[in-house]
Protein backbone atom coordinates (compact mmCIF):
# COMPACT_ATOMS: atom_id res chain seq x y z
CA UNK A 1 0.00 0.00 0.00
CA UNK A 2 0.84 3.52 -0.47
CA UNK A 3 3.07 4.91 1.91
CA UNK A 4 0.38 7.85 2.49
CA UNK A 5 -2.14 5.82 3.00
CA UNK A 6 -4.72 6.15 5.70
CA UNK A 7 -8.31 4.34 6.94
CA UNK A 8 -10.14 6.85 5.24
CA UNK A 9 -8.76 6.47 1.81
CA UNK A 10 -9.49 2.94 1.93
CA UNK A 11 -13.11 3.03 2.60
CA UNK A 12 -13.70 5.97 0.31
CA UNK A 13 -11.88 3.77 -2.46
CA UNK A 14 -13.75 0.42 -1.54
CA UNK A 15 -17.23 2.66 -1.78
CA UNK A 16 -16.57 3.98 -5.19
CA UNK A 17 -15.56 0.64 -6.32
CA UNK A 18 -11.92 1.09 -6.64
CA UNK A 19 -9.43 -0.83 -3.72
CA UNK A 20 -7.31 -1.61 -6.01
CA UNK A 21 -6.05 1.92 -6.11
CA UNK A 22 -4.43 1.34 -2.71
CA UNK A 23 -2.51 -1.96 -3.31
CA UNK A 24 1.04 -0.94 -4.59
CA UNK A 25 1.81 -0.55 -7.77
CA UNK A 26 4.32 -3.62 -8.17
CA UNK A 27 1.63 -5.73 -7.02
CA UNK A 28 -0.47 -4.06 -9.33
CA UNK A 29 -0.65 -6.90 -12.19
CA UNK A 30 0.08 -10.06 -10.07
CA UNK A 31 -1.64 -13.13 -10.07
CA UNK A 32 -2.75 -12.16 -5.70
CA UNK A 33 -4.99 -9.15 -6.72
CA UNK A 34 -8.17 -11.35 -5.59
CA UNK A 35 -6.45 -12.48 -2.27
CA UNK A 36 -5.50 -8.37 -1.80
CA UNK A 37 -9.44 -7.86 -2.00
CA UNK A 38 -10.04 -10.47 -0.23
CA UNK A 39 -8.43 -9.39 2.82
CA UNK A 40 -9.00 -5.73 1.76
CA UNK A 41 -12.76 -6.56 2.42
CA UNK A 42 -12.29 -8.45 5.99
CA UNK A 43 -10.03 -5.69 7.53
CA UNK A 44 -13.24 -3.08 6.95
CA UNK A 45 -15.68 -5.93 8.27
CA UNK A 46 -12.97 -5.91 11.35
CA UNK A 47 -13.12 -1.77 11.70
CA UNK A 48 -17.33 -0.91 11.31
CA UNK A 49 -18.57 1.42 13.15
CA UNK A 50 -20.93 -0.53 15.52
CA UNK A 51 -18.86 -3.25 17.42
CA UNK A 52 -21.98 -5.93 16.70
CA UNK A 53 -21.32 -5.63 13.55
CA UNK A 54 -17.95 -6.47 13.49
CA UNK A 55 -17.12 -10.50 13.20
CA UNK A 56 -15.58 -12.27 16.00
CA UNK A 57 -12.07 -13.73 15.32
CA UNK A 58 -12.68 -17.13 15.00
CA UNK A 59 -15.21 -15.55 11.82
CA UNK A 60 -12.51 -13.79 10.48
CA UNK A 61 -10.60 -16.75 10.17
CA UNK A 62 -13.10 -18.51 8.57
CA UNK A 63 -13.44 -15.54 6.09
CA UNK A 64 -9.64 -15.09 5.35
CA UNK A 65 -9.10 -19.21 4.62
CA UNK A 66 -12.07 -19.70 2.94
CA UNK A 67 -14.20 -18.51 0.04
CA UNK A 68 -17.12 -17.63 1.54
CA UNK A 69 -19.85 -14.60 0.12
CA UNK A 70 -18.78 -11.43 2.37
CA UNK A 71 -20.79 -8.79 3.54
CA UNK A 72 -20.70 -5.57 2.73
CA UNK A 73 -18.54 -3.92 5.33
CA UNK A 74 -20.64 -0.46 6.99
CA UNK A 75 -18.92 2.62 7.57
CA UNK A 76 -15.79 2.27 9.56
CA UNK A 77 -15.51 3.44 13.54
CA UNK A 78 -12.22 5.50 13.26
CA UNK A 79 -13.41 8.34 11.39
CA UNK A 80 -17.16 10.65 11.43
CA UNK A 81 -18.93 11.52 8.65
CA UNK A 82 -18.12 12.43 4.56
CA UNK A 83 -19.74 15.41 2.80
CA UNK A 84 -19.22 17.01 -0.44
CA UNK A 85 -17.53 15.59 -3.52
CA UNK A 86 -14.17 15.79 -4.60
CA UNK A 87 -11.04 15.33 -3.51
CA UNK A 88 -10.09 18.36 -2.19
CA UNK A 89 -9.31 19.02 1.54
CA UNK A 90 -11.96 22.01 1.79
CA UNK A 91 -14.88 19.17 0.60
CA UNK A 92 -13.68 16.56 3.49
CA UNK A 93 -15.40 16.89 7.22
CA UNK A 94 -13.77 14.75 9.36
CA UNK A 95 -15.00 14.44 12.68
CA UNK A 96 -12.86 12.75 14.86
CA UNK A 97 -13.76 9.90 17.24
CA UNK A 98 -13.83 9.71 21.31
CA UNK A 99 -12.76 6.46 22.57
CA UNK A 100 -13.57 6.62 26.53
CA UNK A 101 -11.17 4.14 28.62
CA UNK A 102 -10.28 3.79 32.19
CA UNK A 103 -6.99 2.99 33.62
CA UNK A 104 -7.40 1.35 36.66
CA UNK A 105 -3.88 1.58 38.57
CA UNK A 106 -3.36 -1.07 41.38
CA UNK A 107 -0.92 -0.26 44.53
CA UNK A 108 0.25 -2.53 46.89
CA UNK A 109 -0.60 -1.74 51.01
Known amino acids: ?????????????????????????????????????????????????????????SSVLLMLVSEVELPEPKQPGFFGKYSGEGDSSTSKQQQSSTNEITITLLEAR
Open 1 to 57: MTSNFNGFQAWELWKKGRPLELVDKSLENSNFQSQILHCLHVSLLCVQQNPDDRPGM
